[in-house]
């Protein structure tokens, strides 16, 4: 895990600040009054920004018109109960796979160089394995896996009913329809022929024996518990000393430093040793690394647009 969390601040981000500042309190109980978490302001959260906007532009036009082909063909309507549930099965499961094969491919895919910036550059499952060859300090924390039980126990049970996609009896259902149409490996070509089977069954089900009305309401109050009327309230961890440094603390060359090492106060004269040795090494680095020409000025940029040139592919 990294050393310091950071978001947007709101009540919305206080479980992810409580998560991880106690896992850092776990591992290091030298750190036990201070927030492991930055508060980001407006324009200055910026990577998660760009990397969110890099998902809205390459990733969700072509999921947004496949799921506009079920509305506008009158396939889908979320106020009906049960195309609204068989749709949840469905298509949720898909589109998390779908997202966890576009992070693999840009965490397995090397960004475009960009001579105006000194952040390492290559594979980024490659950098985060073997920082030291990149030219860089590793300060990442092997995670106790009891620590991270603790917290989840904590802040999202597993048996907490929102993460409970669909109800348990509506599940074993639409899982005995789904054998009975052959179990076909859900894609984008076939996802709504799929939807349209299953439902076809369940309103068939429906017909034949009309669902009680005590399971039509249990079934209905699956799609509510996720609504932030039944969100439950987290309060921020009391009595925490903010980390050093941060946004309020411009230096005079008007740069901040916004990082967790040494509690948020920066390298000591250890870890700016160990780093000029890294860089003064005379073995090769990675290809990629430093894409430079001889006669080159390095040039460090920084802004606060959320701009992701330099990103793409």
């Excluded at 799921?67 to 469905?90: C, T």
């Excluded at 024996?209 to 932030?228: K, N, Q, S, V």
């Excluded at 948020?264 to 780093?275: I, K």
Aim: hydrophobic share 35%.
């Amino acid at each position: 895990m990294p050393l310091v969390s950071q978001s947007d601040p709101g009540p919305e981000n206080f479980g992810l600040a409580n998560g991880h500042t106690i896992l850092r309190h776990w591992h290091d109980p030298s750190l036990i009054d201070t927030l492991q978490h930055r508060w980001m302001n407006e324009k200055k959260n910026v990577m998660p920004e760009i990397s969110w906007s890099q998902l809205r532009r390459r990733f969700t036009p072509g999921f947004e018109d496949i799921l506009d082909l079920g509305v506008s063909n009158g396939w889908y309507d979320p106020d009906i109960l049960l195309q609204a549930l068989v749709f949840r099965w469905v298509f949720i499961p898909w589109l998390q796979r779908e997202l966890d094969a576009y992070r693999d491919r840009v965490n397995n895919t090397a960004k475009r160089a960009d001579r105006n910036k000194v952040l390492p550059h290559g594979v980024p499952n490659h950098m985060y394995e073997a920082p030291e060859d990149y030219g860089v300090l590793d300060f990442k924390i092997k995670v106790d896996p009891a620590a991270v039980s603790y917290v989840r126990n904590l802040y999202a049970p597993p048996d907490h009913e929102v993460f409970e996609l669909v109800p348990k009896d509506f599940a074993e259902l639409a899982n005995h329809f789904y054998e009975e149409i052959g179990s076909p490996a859900i894609g984008r070509s076939n996802v709504w022929e799929v939807y349209n089977q299953l439902l076809g069954r369940f309103e068939h089900l429906d017909n034949l024996h009309r669902i009680p009305a005590d399971i039509d309401d249990c079934w209905g109050y699956a799609l509510t518990i996720a609504r932030e009327d039944h969100a439950d309230d987290i309060a921020l961890l009391p009595n925490l000393t903010p980390l050093a440094n941060g946004l309020d603390a411009v230096r005079e060359d008007g740069s901040f430093y916004l990082g967790g090492v040494n509690n948020g106060l920066g390298l000591d004269e250890t870890q700016s040793s160990q780093l000029d040795e890294m860089m003064n090494t005379d073995e090769p680095l990675p290809p990629g690394l430093i894409d430079l020409e001889e006669g080159d000025q390095l040039m460090v940029v920084f802004s606060d647009e959320e701009d992701d040139s330099g990103e793409d592919d």
